[in-house]
T-cell receptor, first 116, second 112 residues
Framework: DQQVKQNSPSLSVQEGRISILNCDYT??????FLWYKKYPAEGPTFLIS?????DKNEDGRFTVFLNKSAKHLSLHIVPSQPGDSAVYFC???????????????FGAGTTVTVRA | DAGVTQSPTHLIKTRGQQVTLRCSPK?????VSWYQQALGQGPQFIFQ???????QRGNFPDRFSGHQFPNYSSELNVNALLLGDSALYLC???????????FGSGTRLTVV
């Protein structure tokens, strides 16, 4: 039962242009959303997060947008740089005050390749 | 400041054998979670340990068990290995159940 879906397995973008990664979720109890970046032979590293009380969060070149009614979030990277080439995972977790569910549910990932 | 340390980095086991993976959390972190990442998939939650007890468990069979020690380090044990257990096993530590997950580089387990 895949509750977090990243339907694009790969994305190729030219250096300097915008990268847009998409993520959909099905569990309405999800309250907190995160993006992780993973290089080969390394563990995922936290990139940016957003809680359901906001619809946008920005950190430097990275912006996450949340559309709760559509159960959709996206990550924008502007401008894209060669060092951004990695696998990006979307993750979600539920409201802790309503459940004892502590786990993160991950999507399958999107491999981003930034072309010089 | 050392991050999350996992050992070994790579491991090859035969079907039916048992394996133990180890994780040392980031300094100041008291909670350890284990995830399995199969090829082409995202990490799947196995279980989480806090105060030396399993606080939550994902949809994994009882062949998967764990332990947390008083120094917050943790072990993941898998018995009766199957070919399908081949994956990258990730340990994540945090202060509290979800705050600021830090992942280790993982242990690549291959079952032959």
């Amino acid at each position: 039962d895949q509750q977090v879906k990243q339907n694009s397995p790969s994305l190729s973008v030219q250096e300097g242009r915008i990268s847009i990664l998409n993520c959909d979720y099905t569990n309405s109890m999800f309250d907190y959303f995160l993006w992780y970046k993973k290089y080969p032979a390394e563990g995922p590293t936290f990139l940016i997060s957003i809680s359901s009380i906001k619809d946008k969060n920005e950190d430097g070149r990275f912006t996450v947008f949340l559309n709760k009614s559509a159960k959709h979030l996206s990550l924008h990277i502007v401008p894209s740089q060669p060092g951004d080439s990695a696998v990006y995972f979307c993750a979600a977790s539920p409201r802790l005050i309503f459940s004892n569910d502590y786990k993160l549910s991950f999507g399958a990932g999107t491999t981003v390749t930034v072309r010089a | 400041d050392a991050g999350v340390t996992q050992s070994p980095t790579h491991l090859i086991k035969t079907r039916g054998q048992q394996v133990t993976l180890r994780c040392s959390p980031k300094s100041g972190h008291d909670t350890v979670s284990w995830y399995q990442q199969a090829l082409g998939q995202g990490p799947q939650f196995i279980f989480q340990y806090y105060e030396e007890e399993e606080r939550q468990r994902g949809n994994f069979p009882d062949r998967f068990s764990g332990h947390q020690f008083p120094n917050y380090s943790s072990e993941l044990n898998v018995n009766a290995l199957l070919l399908g257990d081949s994956a990258l096993y990730l340990c994540a530590s945090s202060w509290g159940p979800q705050e600021g997950y830090t992942f280790g580089s993982g242990t690549r387990l291959t079952v032959v």
